[in-house]
């Protein structure tokens, strides 16, 4: 059985993040489309930032239902986005007017390899939902 096969089951969440997807869209033989899921916006994919060129990727889905075309878009609170964080990867989505409800929400798809320590991994993500004031008026 494949993911697609299984779609029915995966459309009813809002929101699938995946990780470990080793995708770099310009290397797909057909591109975005190859990534396309029913239902489903195109997913925002983040090319994998390990040097090794092993593993590493991230892809985050929309349904449709969720919001419009318009309404969701990757940013980095970063100062330096080709700098990637050495303890792990975050790809951060923001969605404007999320089931129809006026504001902006952020998701945040982490990962964290085994070989990295933990506690350095949680600094970025706190540091990031303590900034979300500071991004909602960035975003707004």
């Not at 609170?77 to 990867?89: T, Y």
């Not at 798809?109 to 070989?115: A, C, E, G, T």
């Amino acid at each position: 059985v494949t993911f697609r096969e299984e779609m029915e089951f995966y459309n009813k969440y809002d929101i699938l993040c995946f990780n470990e997807t080793n995708c770099n869209i310009n290397k797909l033989p057909n591109g975005m489309q190859d990534l396309i899921l029913e239902n489903f916006h195109e997913p925002l994919v983040k090319d994998p930032t390990r040097r090794s060129g092993r593993g590493g990727g991230q892809a985050t889905y929309i349904n449709k239902r969720v919001c419009t075309l318009h309404d969701y878009a990757s940013f980095n609170p970063r100062c330096n986005e080709d700098d990637p964080d050495p303890n792990g990867e975050f790809q951060l989505v923001k969605i404007h007017n999320c089931k129809g409800k006026t504001g902006t929400r952020i998701i945040i798809n982490v990962y964290r390899s085994p070989s990295k320590r933990a506690n350095n991994f949680a600094d970025p993500i706190t540091t990031s939902v303590r900034a979300r004031y500071v991004v909602e008026t960035i975003l707004e």
